[in-house]
């Protein structure tokens, strides 16, 4: 699992035209599921997300109450070290990522976070304003 995590004083999804998530002063968070990946990982991402001191004074979302935006996002797994077009071998199929992604969004609402998400398979305009910026790669 690798998720891309920014802080963002306001940040949206949007899918036809309908805004299906959005947070302000929290963290983003694009996540892409890899073959590998289970219902653990998704527990241990959810907690290395919202334990992330990431925020201001070093931090987390979980002692700032801090929401969380999550949006799948396979393209993380993209792999374009040969020529031009990415390959996208390594990001799970849908049938696959989909449940592990809500996985991770069920794990960090267990924890207490407050979360907004995107909307799985739907052409998503998403739309952040960075603070800091500060963004950091897990890859686990």
Known sequence: MR????TVGRASVTVDGEV??????GLLVLLGVTHTDT???A???ARKVHELRILDDERSAADNAAPILVVSQFTLYGD???GRRPTWTAAAPAEVAEPLVEAMVEALRQRGATVSTGRFRAHMLV???NVGPRT???DL
Do not use: H, P, Y
């Not at 998720?3 to 920014?6: D, G, N």
């Open 20 to 25: 299906v998530g959005a947070i302000t002063d």
């Open 80 to 82: 374009a070290r040969k």
């Open 3 to 6: 998720a891309v995590v920014q």
């Open 39 to 41: 219902a653990e990982t």
């Open 43 to 45: 527990r241990t991402m």
């Open 127 to 129: 739309e952040s304003v």
């Open 136 to 138: 950091i790669l897990l």
